[in-house]
């Protein structure tokens, strides 16, 4: 059975740093592309970042420059470092694994606020 398990979310200033980690289990981590998704308040979701299994990187827009993905195989874990956090950046954040979208955390909140 799949898990993941998304931790490290909490209240942070505005240009504050925090880095989110997802522990994995039950498939295969090594071999699939990982992803981060997000949904604010009251809004849909949305793709922050993904990482495939030669750990080449993609960002949205939104957050390119100010966040960095990575993937630790030996850990089965996949890490996201947020770095000048801005308000808008609060949200559930959830690991998610495949292109298809296949499996879903159950997500970490973080809220950026001063």
């Known amino acids: 059975e799949v898990h993941l398990v998304e931790s490290g979310g909490g209240l942070v200033q505005p240009g504050g740093s925090l880095r989110l980690s997802c ?56 890490l996201l470092q947020m770095n000048s956090l801005k308000p808008e950046d609060t949200a559930l954040y959830y690991c998610v694994s495949g292109y298809g979208m296949e499996y879903w955390g159950k997500g970490t909140l973080v809220t950026v606020s001063s």
């Not at 289990?25 to 949904?39: D, E, H, K």
């Not at 922050?48 to 827009?61: D, E, K, L």
Request: hydrophobic share 35%; net charge positive; no cysteine.
């Open 23 to 78: 522990a994995a289990s039950g498939f295969t981590f090594s071999g699939y592309y990982l992803n981060w998704v997000r949904q604010a308040p009251g809004k849909g979701l949305e793709w922050v970042s993904g990482i495939n299994s030669g750990g080449t990187t993609y960002y949205a827009h939104s957050v390119k420059g100010r966040f960095a993905v990575s993937r630790d195989n030996a850990k089965n874990t996949l």
